[in-house]
Structure formats: C-alpha cells, structure tokens
C-alpha cells in the first residue's frame, strides 16, 4: 500500500448499503478509521457491528445529504475528534420507479437532484476547508455508466449524475493548488438495493452478471492508495459481459 491507508480518516456518505456500506467496511478492514453516514441508523449499527466484530475502526452518524445542517454537522463533529479528513466518498444515490418523463413530476425531480447532486455539493463545500487545513485529501464521487452510455434510468437520474461530473471536475481544478484530488467513478449495473426502485424487475440472468459492490469498493481503494501526487480523474468500471 503506497498511501498508507491505515493512518487515514475517511467519511464515506450513502454507507448503510450497497457501494458505500462496502467501501466502508473495506476502508475500515484496510486500518483506516471510518466515519459511515446515512439515514437508516439500524443499517449503520449493523455495519458498524460486523466492523467492531473485526477489531475495525467505524464510527456512525446518521445524516440526510439533503439537508444542509446534517452535512455540516457531521463533517464538524469529524473535524473536531479527529483533526482531519483525508478520504470523503459521496455513496449517496437514489432512483424512483416513475423515472421517465412523462411521469417525473417538478418534485420528484428535486428530490433526485437534491440526493444525488445538491447533497454531493454540500458534503464538497464543508469538507473543502478541513481538506485545505490538512494540507489535501481527495474526494471519490459515484455516478453510472448511464454518463457515457445514455439509457432508460431516467432525465433526473441522468441529469444529477451529469451535474455530479461539473462538481468533481470543477473542484478538482480549482483545489488541486491545496492539494485536494477528486475521482468521479462511473459504475455500470451493480448488485444493489437501488435495483428495487426500477419500474420492472432486473432478470435474474442479467443480474448473475452484474457487478457486486466490492468491486466498486475495490476501485475506491484502488484511489485512495495513490499517493498525492497522482490521481485519477474519472474511472470506469463495467461488467465485463453485459
Ligand atoms: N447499483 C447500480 O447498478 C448502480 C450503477 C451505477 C451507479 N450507481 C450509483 O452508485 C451509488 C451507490 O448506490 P448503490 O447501488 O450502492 O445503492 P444503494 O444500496 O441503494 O445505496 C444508496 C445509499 O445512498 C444512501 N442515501 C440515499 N438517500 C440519502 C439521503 N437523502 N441522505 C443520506 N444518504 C442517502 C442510502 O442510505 P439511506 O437510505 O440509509 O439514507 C444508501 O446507503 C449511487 O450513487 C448510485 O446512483 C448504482
């Protein structure tokens, strides 16, 4: 491991399942000390459970990314018992079953871009300044392979993913001076509760091919492990036969 992940502090948002649950544990099985958010605190106690039951580090706090004064306050309440953050991977992603437009209506729209966009931007802009004071770090966003391969999840989905690459790519340019990197990954179907929110069910065959979230943890810790002078502005992880 080039980048010593075991001294680390990360915040992974949108950890109580799927991606982020299992880049949480593989962060915390790797020795970094893990704080795991989200909404649904039985989830989180779960993981932080199996991760204690390991001799892991993982702290929990439950937060909604829509809203702003849960954001700040978790990465305050990390600033201050831990000094810094190194790592911070927006997990965080939604989808609804009336996703095409003639069905989305002016508030599910809002709804999906203040999850999957708007709460990426607050996590971003109240962890820069910790990052900054910590001389760096690098934020890991998870977005679709629907980025470069336009397909029936949805204008809103596709659209707050879209958005999701200004904000990596954005930051990315204006805090690389204070060391700060940014990964947009881009994930194609994975094996995850999100696929219960699709309008008709995912064929078991389809499924048996898709990706499992430990690999998309895997790519997490694939980045992470850089050392600070290299980086990986977006990455692309596909099932090899779908
Ligand atoms: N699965 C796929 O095929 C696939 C493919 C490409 C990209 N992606 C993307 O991958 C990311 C991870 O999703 P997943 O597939 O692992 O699905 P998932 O198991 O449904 O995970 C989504 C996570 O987001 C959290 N979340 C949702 N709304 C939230 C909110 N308002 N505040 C805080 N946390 C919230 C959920 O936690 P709570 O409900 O507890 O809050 C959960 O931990 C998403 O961005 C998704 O769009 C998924």
């Known amino acids: 491991m080039s980048n010593d992940l075991d001294d680390k502090i990360a915040i992974v948002v949108g950890a109580s399942s799927g991606m982020g649950r299992a880049t949480a544990a593989s962060l915390a099985a790797a020795g970094t000390t893990v704080v795991a958010a989200a909404r649904r605190e039985a989830a989180l106690e779960e993981l932080q459970s199996d991760a204690q039951a390991n001799g892991h580090q993982l702290e929990i706090c439950r937060i909604d990314t829509t809203v702003r004064e849960d954001v700040e306050r978790l990465i305050q309440q990390v600033a201050d018992r831990?000094?810094?953050?190194?790592?911070?991977?927006?997990?965080?992603?939604?989808?609804?079953p009336d996703?095409?437009?003639d069905v989305l209506t002016p508030d599910t729209w809002e709804m999906m871009l203040a999850t999957n966009l708007t709460g990426a931007?607050?996590?971003t802009r109240a962890v820069v300044p910790v990052m900054r004071q910590g001389g760096g770090g690098l934020i890991v966003y998870l977005s679709?392979?629907?980025?470069?391969?336009?397909?029936?999840?949805?204008?809103?989905y596709q659209a707050s993913k879209h958005g999701l690459s200004g904000l990596a790519h954005g930051t990315?340019?204006?805090?690389?001076?204070?060391?700060?990197?940014?990964?947009i990954i881009f994930p194609g179907l994975c094996k995850t509760e999100i696929l219960d929110k699709r309008p008709v069910p995912t064929p078991q065959e389809v499924l048996a091919q898709a990706l499992e979230p430990q690999d998309v943890?895997?790519?997490?810790?694939f980045v992470a492990n850089l050392?600070?002078?290299?980086?990986?502005?977006?990455?692309?992880?596909?099932?090899?036969?779908?």
Do not use: W
């Open 99 to 101: 996703r095409s437009l």
């Open 82 to 96: 831990h000094g810094r953050v190194d790592l911070l991977v927006y997990a965080t992603g939604t989808n609804i």
């Open 121 to 123: 931007f607050l996590c």
């Open 217 to 221: 943890a895997d790519a997490v810790l």
């Open 144 to 156: 679709t392979g629907a980025v470069q391969m336009p397909d029936v999840s949805g204008v809103a």
């Open 172 to 183: 990315r340019v204006e805090e690389k001076a204070n060391g700060i990197r940014t990964t």
């Open 227 to 242: 050392p600070p002078r290299a980086i990986v502005p977006e990455l692309q992880l596909f099932p090899s036969r779908l």
